[in-house]
T-cell receptor, first 113, second 118 residues
Framework: SQQGEEDPQALSIQEGENATMNCSYK?????LQWYRQNSGRGLVHLIL?????REKHSGRLRVTLDTSKKSSSLLITASRAADTASYFC?????????????FGTGTRLQVTL | DTGVSQDPRHKITKRGQNVTFRCDPI?????LYWYRQTLGQGPEFLTY????????KSRLLSDRFSAERPKGSFSTLEIQRTEQGDSAMYLC????????????????FGPGTRLTVL
């Protein structure tokens, strides 16, 4: 079953605008990761944030994590048409050595010219 | 290119037939995962291996499903007596797990095998 929800389910913006998507989860985590998936393709790893981190940057991506609220956000700045894809958050459990990922339902981002 | 390859990329089969998928992980990775993704949903965990040992299986993995990873390299996922509900994208991922560094156990995904059961 899915770990949690992502919000919004779909987002349409114009090129150059910023895109923010949110993820909520239910259980204690070791880390949270964001992935991108182009239509019908595999997932591409974007960024990982550990449970003891609050914010992380990678290029045009900024991720925040609030473990007290069990939520995370992904900000894509200065969006491009090539950013059009589905974005998923995934959590790794805070249990022993297991690291299976539990994915959210995804946000479909459409960036138009 | 993540380095994880899957074969075939697409498979169409008739209900009741058996199918087998293959995954080749990144060569130095010791963990290999299988996920299933249906349309409009996020991937769901099926099973994973550390080297050749299958360490966890999801309840989603009915007795018609079997996965192997002989010699700790490539893996196969077999579905026997396929049903229409098995239609999905089957994703494989691999990672390099080092004890004490679980927070860096990033999983790299392959392109997936899309199964259609008629």
């Amino acid at each position: 079953s899915q770990q949690g929800e992502e919000d919004p389910q779909a987002l349409s913006i114009q090129e150059g605008e910023n895109a923010t998507m949110n993820c909520s989860y239910k259980t204690s985590i070791n880390n949270l990761q964001w992935y991108r998936q182009n239509s019908g393709r595999g997932l591409v790893h974007l960024i990982l944030i550990r449970s003891n981190e609050r914010e992380k940057h990678s290029g045009r991506l900024r991720v925040t994590l609030d473990t007290s609220k069990k939520s995370s956000s992904l900000l894509i700045t200065a969006s491009r048409a090539a950013d059009t894809a589905s974005y998923f958050c995934a959590t790794a459990p805070n249990t022993g050595t297991a690291s299976k990922l539990t994915f959210g339902t995804g946000t479909r981002l459409q960036v138009t010219l | 290119d993540t380095g994880v390859s899957q074969d075939p990329r697409h498979k169409i089969t008739k209900r009741g037939q058996n199918v087998t998928f293959r995954c080749d992980p990144i060569s130095e990775h010791n963990r290999l995962y299988w996920y299933r993704q249906t349309l409009g949903q996020g991937p769901e965990f099926l099973t994973y291996f550390q080297n050749e040992a299958q360490l966890e299986k999801s309840r989603l993995l009915s007795d018609r499903f079997s996965a192997e990873r002989p010699k700790g390299s490539f893996s196969t996922l077999e579905i026997q007596r396929t049903e229409q509900g098995d239609s999905a994208m089957y994703l494989c991922a691999s990672s390099l797990f080092r004890r004490g560094l679980t927070s860096t156990d990033t999983q790299y995904f392959g392109p997936g095998t899309r199964l259609t059961v008629l």
